[in-house]
């Protein structure tokens, strides 16, 4: 069983207010996404004058993946959204805490290996690659050919990997590609169309519809398999709210760059700041598996990933500094490209 603590606190004629929005506006759609209300209490105001009222509410969802398909449903629901906005009004302040089963709680795990600051050296860039309208398999394979001859046409190229993007691909493309160039000069040569041979790029360009690169160089990067064969790699592209302190987008990356050290399967990994601050993507976090279920189960149950660091993410949590119109990309290749 799987609970949710909300604790509202406000004066009290505007707690009042708010349960009445919550229960004509929330408690119905919490419903639909298989939410429980396990327990709701009510602590009253202190003694003294103008001191605020305490709300909190239990929630019980049956396990994990009840849990992820609730989450799932919230993120793109406007009523939801719409609901948080109105009753921010009401409120001076508000917490949701996911509480995890007693017998899942464990100590803390070592700390695994990271490369040195500047560790891999280069300048990165990961693109999402969309294909032309009415592109089959030979137009596709076309692209691919191109993208692995890019470190023998293009200036600075030194490694090229590319590879089919998996079905729940969320905002990518059909194809994801992996660049380390030897620097920024060679990389935003890339970047702005200037290769060696034109006419591989132009026909690179005719094939792809859409390439959206970003250019990095890791903020702290690990490889617990850097001859790892035939990895899952998952990026996530994210953008952090422009209106997110410094100290909060600090702790969020801390807290994001140790979820190796809890989940196992994520073989090698990196986090990077985007370098180019016009672009929309501020992020990427990057990780590699041996199989698709060190993503798709590992990753996805493990308590510190889904009641923990899931609340910078999360639309109903008042700590969420990342925007919700991030890009989820699984791709299987044929060796490691963060190795």
């Known amino acids: 069983m799987i609970h949710v603590l909300d604790r ?24 639909r996404r298989g939410m429980r209300l396990a327990s709701e ?10 001191a605020a009222a305490e709300w909190q509410l239990l929630w019980a969802l049956p396990d994990v993946a009840a849990w992820w398909g609730m989450r ?4 793109v629901d406007p009523e939801v959204a ?13 917490s949701r805490r996911m509480l995890v ?30 294909l032309a309208a009415g592109a089959g398999t030979p137009e596709r394979e076309r692209v691919e050919a191109l993208a692995r001859a890019l470190p023998r046409r293009a200036r600075g190229c030194r490694r090229a990997e590319v590879g089919v993007n998996l079905p729940g691909t969320l905002r990518g493309g059909e194809l994801t590609l992996e660049l380390v160039f030897d620097g920024a000069e060679s990389a ?46 998952r990026t996530l592209l994210l953008r952090v709210e422009a209106e997110a302190s410094a100290s909060r987008v600090a702790r969020f990356e801390r807290e994001l760059a140790a979820m190796p050290d ?38 996805m149950i493990d308590p510190y990933h889904w009641a923990y660091v899931d609340r910078w993410f999360d639309p109903e949590s008042s700590e969420r500094v990342v925007a919700p119109d991030f890009a989820h990309v699984a791709c299987a290749l ?3 490209a963060l190795g």
Do not use: M
């Open 8 to 31: 509202f606190a406000a004066r009290p004629e505007a707690l009042d207010a708010l349960r009445e929005l919550h229960r004509t506006r929330y408690l119905p759609g919490a419903e």
């Open 41 to 50: 209490w009510r602590a009253p105001a202190a003694a003294r004058a103008g």
């Open 72 to 75: 799932g449903q919230a993120s």
């Open 82 to 94: 719409a609901f948080w906005a109105e009753a921010d009004r009401h409120l001076e302040a508000r």
């Open 101 to 130: 089963p007693a017998d899942a709680e464990r100590a803390d795990p070592p700390r695994r290996a990271r490369l040195e600051p500047g560790a891999p050296g280069g300048r990165r860039c990961t693109a999402q690659v969309s």
């Open 188 to 233: 935003a040569g890339w970047c702005e169309a200037v290769a060696d041979e034109r006419g591989a790029r132009e026909a690179f360009d005719g094939l792809a519809a859409r390439v959206d690169a970003v250019h990095y160089a890791p903020l702290e990067a690990g490889l617990g398999a850097p001859g790892l064969a035939s990895p899952v790699k």
């Open 262 to 299: 809890h989940v196992l399967a994520i073989r090698n990994w990196h986090l990077a700041r985007v370098h180019d601050p016009r672009d929309h993507w501020t992020h990427v976090w990057a990780q590699e598996f041996e199989r698709l279920e060190g993503l798709l189960v590992d990753y």
């Open 334 to 336: 044929p060796q490691s």
